[in-house]
């Protein structure tokens, strides 16, 4: 579906290529710890060092036969080593070289996306404080609430995708495991430090405790982080989506020249890039689901996660890392119309500030119930007969029997509004 865009870091790190690299070293530096110790000859070690290479085009064609990756690989790997390939694979299963390289990709994936949610976050942060105080209408159930600001309702997908960024250094932790363990997980023909020196050399942790596989609920972890962010980013694209119709006009997508939004009809600019982000967030909650069934396997193992994560391992990546990259494109060429957030301010006039003058009325010894029912009734009759509520607060008796006329202007000030804009920003950007 995304083939097309996906970035070729992370298409580096999921080719077939990568992986079989990764096996290569794993079998390798097995080999080289058994010969260290005694177990196979040191010439052996130094000849399949020597000789070793990977040929996908014969890898591929073995499989075809034996239906197995892992036999095919190996079987490729020793044509090219000769005799001394028969030192490969002793006392291993399957699942120590897939799962050990499985978990070098992930460390590599995550990395990749640490880095870049790093650099959406800085973007973010520059177009937070540049709009720290322009005034917005506030809305809740797509209705005028109170005023804001922009830089305010920005500042929150920051710290949305801060939480996101610890989640990720969390997983990079999580999925950075590698495991020798043998057939059942018993070690029963290695030696346990085997495992110690394989993973550091892949600059991996020793999984405690493994089956035939590290446990899936490592990878779950790994794709519910994914969808975390994925859905932070479809929040942020939600609202650019709203912000950007055309009764509201508030913000817009960049439009590129030669760029074309309708077939039918020229004058569209339509938000493609959010509305994508959006659908492909969805794909990245769907894997999660998946993964999470993933962790319940038959006994020590069985192959009813493989086939998903074949699917899911890369592709799930691959969503997020080029949502990623479209999400930074578009803040970074968001159009920002401050007439025509002003202009929203001033549909609804100043009833916004009716619960500005409610507490008002509390604070002056008025009963909730009663100062209630008399603001709304105000702001109601405000908005039919579309005058300010100020000026309909100053007929009023209720009102005057509390407040002065500065007190009343007072309350319509927006200004009043943002007293704590400052103090909210500190806490967000430490």
């Known amino acids: ?38 177990i196979i000859p040191k010439k052996a070690i130094e000849i399949i060092k020597k000789r070793a290479y990977i040929d996908i085009e014969r890898i591929n064609k073995i499989e075809l036969t034996v239906k197995h990756d892992v036999i095919s690989f190996l079987t490729a790997v020793v044509e090219t080593i000769g005799p001394e390939g028969r030192f490969l694979h002793l006392g291993m299963t399957s699942s120590d070289v897939l799962d050990t390289a499985t978990g070098a990709q992930l460390k590599q994936s995550t990395n990749l996306l640490i880095s870049e949610t790093k650099r959406l976050a800085f973007i973010i942060s520059k ?33 949305e995708i801060i939480r996101s960024l610890d989640r990720l250094k969390f997983t990079l932790e999580t999925v950075s495991y590698g495991k020798i363990s043998g057939a059942v997980g018993t070690m029963a023909h290695l030696n346990p430090n085997i495992e110690k020196y394989v993973c550091k050399k892949m600059k991996l942790k020793p999984e405690p405790i493994s089956t035939q596989v590290i446990p899936r609920d490592r990878y779950s972890i790994y794709f519910s982080t994914l969808a975390h962010l994925g859905t932070a980013l479809e929040r942020i694209a939600t609202e650019i989506r709203h912000l950007q119709k055309s009764e509201i006009s508030e913000v817009e997508e960049p439009f590129t020249k030669g760029q074309k939004g309708s077939s039918a009809m020229p004058h569209k600019k339509n938000p493609i890039i959010s509305e994508n982000i959006c659908g492909l967030a969805r794909l990245l909650r769907g894997y999660a689901i998946t993964a999470m069934e993933n962790i319940t396997l038959w006994h020590e193992r069985d192959i009813s996660h493989s086939s998903t994560e074949r699917i899911m391992l890369p592709d799930a990546s691959a969503v997020l890392h080029y ?19 002003q202009i929203n301010l001033d549909k609804t006039k100043d009833v916004i500030f009716s619960g500005t003058l409610l507490i008002l009325l509390i604070n002056k010894g008025m009963s909730r119930e009663i100062a209630y029912k008399i603001v709304q009734s105000l702001a109601f009759n405000a908005k039919k007969r579309k005058i300010s509520f100020e000026e309909i607060c100053f007929k009023s008796q209720n009102i005057r029997k509390y407040l002065s006329v500065q007190e009343i202007k007072n309350v319509c000030d927006i200004e009043s509004q943002f007293k704590n804009i400052d103090y909210i920003f500190k806490r967000v950007f430490l």
Do not use: C, D
């Open 323 to 341: 949502m990623l990259i479209r999400m930074q494109y578009l803040l970074s060429n968001l159009k920002v119309y401050p007439k025509n957030m």
């Open 1 to 38: 579906m995304i083939s097309r865009y996906v970035m070729p870091e992370m298409a580096m790190i999921w080719s077939s290529e990568n992986k079989f690299k990764k096996m290569l070293e794993i079998e390798i530096f097995v080999a080289e710890f058994m010969a260290n110790i005694g």
């Open 127 to 159: 177009l937070a404080k540049k709009y720290k105080m322009l005034p917005i209408i506030g809305r809740t159930h797509g209705i005028h609430a109170e005023p804001m600001t922009f830089g305010l309702k920005v500042a929150s997908w920051y710290s």
